[in-house]
């Protein structure tokens, strides 16, 4: 069997959690990181998983309160202070 010999730095939440399973399955440390590095192998290798479309609702928010076929006018709409005195009038701002 060839096998492949090298020195691998591993961050610190990686070690402690290493740490943590060769303890909890009872295994060497070159045993749980073949076995890690295949499963992470694996699941790169594997295709996506089909996912369900999304899907966006449509909903009728009915006439614009406004002509939106100006973005220049609408944009100077929004920057007046009174604009939403304008759209509704009854709030005191």
Known sequence: MN???TTVT???DVAVRLKRLRKERD????ELINEAVRQGLDAIEA???PRKPFVTRA???GEPLMNLDN???VLEL???EDFRKK???RDPG
């Open 3 to 5: 096998t492949m010999r």
């Open 10 to 12: 591993f961050d610190h």
């Open 27 to 30: 295994l060497g440390l070159k």
């Open 47 to 49: 295709p996506p998983k």
């Open 59 to 61: 909903f009728d928010l």
């Open 71 to 73: 973005v220049g006018e």
């Open 78 to 80: 929004l920057d007046e």
């Open 87 to 89: 759209l509704n009038p």
